[in-house]
């Protein structure tokens, strides 16, 4: 070889920019095991409007009275409402309290 350098196929450098997760989640789609487990999917539980829990987090991104922006592995939760305060957390789950009007869920 007279050190040329070999271009790459431009359709195979496109696939590389696919999810990482694709190949593993359809594996782990196939072995059946449930996505709050093999992906860390966050898991939330509502009571009522005055309860939440929320499983699976990485940081708490913005808090105050009235919004709580959490950081998943999937993206992020927004609790919107008044007099929310974390009542208790541990690096598995939190609690919420106050009234939650609003939850939305931002992929990222």
Do not use: H, W
Request: proline share 6%; hydrophobic share 35%; net charge positive.
């Amino acid at each position: 070889m007279s050190g040329k350098r070999v271009r790459k196929n431009p359709e195979k450098e496109k696939d590389s920019s696919r999810s990482p997760y694709t190949f593993r989640e359809n594996i782990l789609t196939a072995m059946q095991v449930p996505g709050d487990l093999a992906c860390k999917d966050p898991i939330i539980t509502l009571t009522g409007p005055s309860r939440a829990v929320i499983e699976n987090y990485k940081s708490i991104l913005f808090y105050s009275g009235e919004k709580l922006i959490i950081l998943t592995c999937k993206g992020k939760v927004i609790l919107q409402g008044e007099n929310l305060e974390i009542a208790s957390y541990s690096p598995m789950e939190m609690e919420i309290k106050g009234f939650i009007s609003c939850v939305l869920l931002e992929r990222g």
